[in-house]
């Protein structure tokens, strides 16, 4: 298994340009979710998926944007970026039971200027 | 709300030498505690979990303290090797529609030689 991918790895956007941020799990996860990592700083939850079709807010939604087709991808949409949005992105998946470990991808560092 | 937290952003151990990271976290209704590790550019990796009907709990060079009392869990590990080297975070499930992690800052251990 491949795990948690995300592509792309690094990308340096201009202020009000758009992009998509990819994740896509091959362990047949139901969650998935997208947090954010600022610079010293512990991870912060964007939006949660428990399932193809359903979709959900987290701590810090705004500027962000989801959709879950397959129950494989969980892609993020950056509309108009914002240097508040200079940031690592992680993806993570895991089933749906209490106590179950969340799986991470190695991330997508993310700069606006 | 729920929270956890981290008493010291770094933390230095000669290499072979035992370390002790704490957590404190403000719910005492949390039931359940995760500890993350953080490599350089990776992301987040499962180290150790624990329940609230649990004091203590051993992994592979790892235990978990857990002070209902006071609210404090804390990841002792042994014979720290250079490996060890990362962020290390405390984290709390928050079940809301979905399993949620809530994230401490994180404290970074530095393994001198």
Request: aromatic letters at 10%; one cysteine or more; a neutral charge.
């Amino acid at each position: 298994n491949a795990g948690v991918t995300q592509t792309p790895k690094f990308r340096i956007l201009k202020i009000g340009q758009s992009m998509t941020l990819q994740c896509a799990q091959d362990m047949n996860h139901n969650y998935m979710y997208w947090y954010r990592q600022d610079p010293g700083m512990g991870l912060k939850l964007i939006y949660y998926s428990v399932g193809a079709g359903i979709t959900d807010k987290g701590e810090v939604p705004n500027g962000y944007n989801v959709s879950r087709s397959t129950t494989e991808d969980f892609p993020l949409r950056l509309e108009l970026a914002a240097p508040s949005q200079t940031s690592v992105y992680f993806c993570a998946s895991s089933y749906p039971f209490q106590g179950d470990t969340q799986y991470f991808g190695p991330g997508t560092r993310l700069t606006v200027l | 709300g729920e929270s956890v937290g981290l008493h010291l952003p770094t933390l230095s151990v000669q290499e072979g030498d035992n370390s002790i990271i704490n957590c404190a976290y403000s719910n005492s209704a949390s039931d359940y505690f995760i500890w993350y590790k953080q490599e350089s550019g990776k992301g987040p990796q499962f180290i150790i979990d624990i329940r609230s009907n649990m004091d203590k709990r051993q992994g592979q060079r790892v235990t978990v303290l857990l002070n209902k009392t006071v609210k404090h869990l804390s990841l002792q590990i042994a014979a720290t090797q250079p490996g060890d080297s990362a962020v290390y975070f405390c984290a709390e499930p928050i079940i809301q529609g979905a399993q949620k992690l809530v994230f401490g800052q994180g404290t970074r251990l530095t393994i001198n030689p």
